[in-house]
Nanobody, 119 residues
Framework: QVQLQESGPGLVKPSPTLSLTCTVS??????????WRWIRQPPGNGLEWMGA???????YNSPSLKSRTSISRDTSKNQFTLQLSSVTPEDTAVYYC???????????WGQGTQVTVSS
């Protein structure tokens, strides 16, 4: 059973960078052909795909976020990390990490972590 667990700062002020980590258990983030994704849901809005890192280490970022996202991984810890730059209150959301097999449906999700950006 694969489990994903997000960790993040909770309440933050507007800042240059926000970092979130997803810790994976029950499966390796290097296993062919899985993709590890970040998704968020702002209050009152739908899910927004932010980016992904593939089993190979290749990364993909949502064009809608205009190069604000960077995704990396630590294979020794079986974790992947999202960095979001130029953080404003509009980035307030529940942030999720999830797994998919290629571009197919997501089969495992983390429980989500609330990030509130407020001055």
């Amino acid at each position: 059973q694969v489990q994903l667990q997000e960790s993040g700062p909770g309440l933050v002020k507007p800042s240059p960078t926000l970092s979130l980590t997803c810790t994976v258990s029950g499966g390796s983030i290097t296993t062919n052909y899985y993709y590890w994704r970040w998704i968020r849901q702002p209050p009152g809005n739908g899910l927004e795909w932010m980016g992904a890192i593939a089993y190979s280490g290749s990364t993909y970022n949502s064009p809608s976020l205009k190069s604000r996202t960077s995704i990396s991984r630590d294979t020794s810890k079986n974790q992947f990390t999202l960095q979001l730059s130029s953080v404003t209150p509009e980035d307030t959301a529940v942030y999720y990490c999830a797994r998919s097999l290629g571009s197919y449906e997501y089969d495992y999700w983390g429980q989500g972590t609330q990030v509130t950006v407020s001055s």
